[in-house]
């Protein structure tokens, strides 16, 4: 049987370029952004952004001179600022973009929403269920457009495997696996002892409503080689889980139509790191879907996937699907009535076109690719297996409540905010 291999066409790639001429505000204006976080996310959509025709970038903000200053010099003629709350403030902003740390994204959302402007929030949406509740409320209530940074979506190629899953072409699908590896030296981030902060960072700023904690390097985080660590700590993320988690299941959710997982079990721990990290260094996570099984893995001291392709594997009954950021690729099963293999390639920049997306739905009032609501699904998906690890408990989750059934696992799915920065609709 020939080997079929199947390419996007280029036209794919107009995705990263604006399809319209102007917002409907005006004939000749564009939509003013103000970016508030400007890490190394930060000045990924920063750049992205600035690809968009229709697009002017108003101000950035950062509680850390060292980014504010690299923003300020890719965007010349920007506001630049410290305190996020100027942005929101400021009427001739329509857009705001949050790259913050995780447990900033609710409440800069949220106010975001409440003055009128529509968002773009990184991932994961929040640092609890009840914040990305709270989130698509605030979307709902005062109308605004809300795209969430699981770029993927707007990719061709994932579009169009989805729409193969649903017509069945690897048959019926009981069991996905996700799974991202990679092999540290176990001295990991070291150990660095608390210490005054930094004279150019804001650290009272930068921890708003998280607990007050001394300063820690590996707290902040900010590494020249990698994604900032803040990550690794309980106060701020949600470890791997939820860092890279919610873009591989938000890929199976989109697939199958948005369904969230009936119950999740975890096992994780820290095997060998030894650094002052609190999330795990070796984690399995099993969600059971109503029509299939789905488990999240991540390991950080073997970097062999054994799967010849992608991050996501899709087991069906006439073969199996592949895939990842770089495309996809179907393997069938042996048999008479084998299905035929094939291959796409990702083509055109992903942030570019999710950016080209949600420039699009601010003219037209639609819902974005990655809607507030489908990312609060993807990131309580990831959030469900942390509670239950930190449980340890089997979790129950009633999706048409949004609540977990077991009530001593409620209380990993709210926290109390530090004053001033509780949430309110």
Avoid at 390 to 404: N, P
Wanted: with cysteine.
């Amino acid at each position: 049987m020939p080997d079929r291999r199947v390419f996007l066409s280029a036209a794919a790639g107009g995705l990263t370029t604006n399809i319209f001429p102007s917002l409907a505000r005006g004939a000749n204006d564009k939509a003013r952004a103000g970016f508030i976080g400007m890490g190394r996310m930060g000045m990924g959509n920063l750049g992205a952004a600035m690809r968009q025709e229709n697009l002017e970038v108003a101000a950035v903000c950062d509680v850390y001179q060292p980014n504010l200053d690299k923003a300020a010099a890719a965007a010349k003629g920007a506001k630049v600022l410290k305190d996020f709350r100027e942005i929101l403030a400021d009427k001739s902003i329509d857009i705001v973009c949050i790259s913050t740390p995780d447990h900033w994204h609710a409440y800069m959302a949220v106010e975001a929403c409440k003055a009128g402007k529509d968002v773009y929030v990184e991932k994961p949406i929040s640092a609890t269920i009840e914040e990305g509740q709270l989130m698509v409320k605030a979307a709902r209530k005062y109308n605004r457009v809300v795209q969430a940074g699981t770029w993927q979506r707007s990719q061709p190629h994932y579009q169009q495997l989805a729409k193969l899953l649903a017509e069945g072409a690897i048959g019926g699908v009981s069991f996905v696996r996700t799974f991202n590896y990679g092999n540290m030296d176990p001295e990991g981030i070291g150990n660095p002892p608390d210490s005054a902060p930094p004279p150019e960072l804001d650290w009272d700023m930068w921890l708003g409503p998280a607990p007050n904690r001394p300063y820690n390097r590996n707290r902040f985080g900010i590494d020249p080689k990698a994604f900032s660590h803040f990550r690794w700590f309980w106060d701020y993320a949600g470890g791997m889980m939820t860092d890279w988690g919610v873009h591989v299941l938000d890929i199976v959710q989109l697939a199958f139509n948005e369904e969230m997982p009936r119950a999740i079990t975890a096992i994780g721990q820290k095997n060998y790191v030894k650094d002052n990290r609190e999330t795990p260094d070796t984690l399995q996570v099993t969600y059971d879907y109503p029509r299939f099984i789905a488990t999240y893995e991540n390991r950080f001291f073997n970097g062999n996937a054994l799967a010849p392709y992608g991050n996501t594997a899709f087991h069906g009954t006439k073969g199996t699907l592949l895939c990842d950021r770089g495309g996809f690729r179907i393997i069938p099963e042996r048999g008479p009535n084998a299905i035929e293999p094939m291959e796409v390639r990702a083509t055109g920049n992903g942030n570019n076109q999710h950016w080209a997306n949600f420039m699009e739905c601010v003219k037209s009032r639609q819902k974005p690719n990655s809607d507030i609501e489908n990312c609060f699904r993807s990131t309580s998906t990831c959030l469900l297996g942390n509670i239950a690890l930190r449980s340890k408990l089997r979790v129950d989750w009633d999706a048409a409540t949004e609540k977990i059934l077991q009530p001593e696992a409620r209380k990993y799915s709210s926290r109390e905010a530090r004053k001033p920065w509780k949430i309110s609709l």
